[in-house]
């Protein structure tokens, strides 16, 4: 089976634009987590899609937002950029998201915000 | 809130030499435990994780991490590394109080294998 996708795998905007990262589940996968990380804060969870809704968030602006398609593919989107928004974001799929299932890491979108 | 504590940042390791990268989590319910490793320039890849059952569990290339409920540890350890284990190693836990099924990680331990 195909790993979990994300594309792009590298962006570069200037402050104030927004941005759409995309993550496409291995196949058979139906809950899609997002995750944060940057050299200060470490990794740090943003939000997770089942079945096209999302069901749980973390500590994040509501700049941050994200949505889940029928295939369970995955974006993210970031309105008005900010410099502390640069950082490697990484996508995870799971088969039902259950706290047991393993989550399994795509290789993320490095986000530089000039 | 749970969090996870890798006291050390950084472990340098000469090649051949046995390794421990150390992992506290605080939680006062049932958790699960993982190990992650995160090579230059890539995503996470689970090394181990512990569920429930065996306290000690291992993984394929040699790794293996013993849970210790009342230490609430989950240190993990090699006897004997080689260069190519040169990477980050993440310890996360998920479940417990507050925590639900998202993933809780630690700062995260630089692994440096030397010749």
């Known amino acids: ?114 | 809130a749970q969090s996870v504590t890798q006291l050390d940042s950084q472990v340098p390791v000469f090649e051949e030499a046995p390794v421990e990268l150390r992992c506290n989590y605080s939680s006062s319910v049932s958790v699960y435990l993982f190990w992650y490793v995160q090579y230059p320039n890539q995503g996470l890849q689970l090394l181990l994780k512990y569920l429930s059952g065996s306290t000690l569990v291992e993984s394929i290339n040699g790794f293996e991490a013993e849970f210790n409920k009342s230490q609430t540890s989950f240190h993990l350890r090699k006897p004997s590394v080689h260069i190519s284990d040169t990477a980050e190693y993440f310890c996360a836990v998920s479940g417990g109080t507050g925590g639900g099924n998202k993933l809780t990680f630690g700062t995260g331990t630089q692994l440096k294998v030397e010749l």
């Open chain 1, 1 to 114: 089976k195909a790993g979990v996708t994300q594309t792009p795998r590298y962006l570069i905007k200037t402050r104030g634009q927004q941005v759409t990262l995309s993550c496409s589940p291995i196949s058979g996968h139906r809950s899609v987590s997002w995750y944060q990380q940057t050299p200060g804060q470490g990794l740090q969870f943003l939000f997770e899609y089942f079945s096209e809704t999302q069901r749980n968030k973390g500590n994040f602006p509501g700049r941050f937002s994200g949505r889940q398609f029928s295939n369970s593919r995955s974006e993210m989107n970031v309105s008005t950029l900010e410099l502390g928004d640069s950082a490697l974001y990484l996508c995870a799929s799971r088969v039902l998201g259950a706290v047991t299932d393993t989550q399994y890491f795509g290789p993320g979108t490095r986000l530089t915000v000039l």
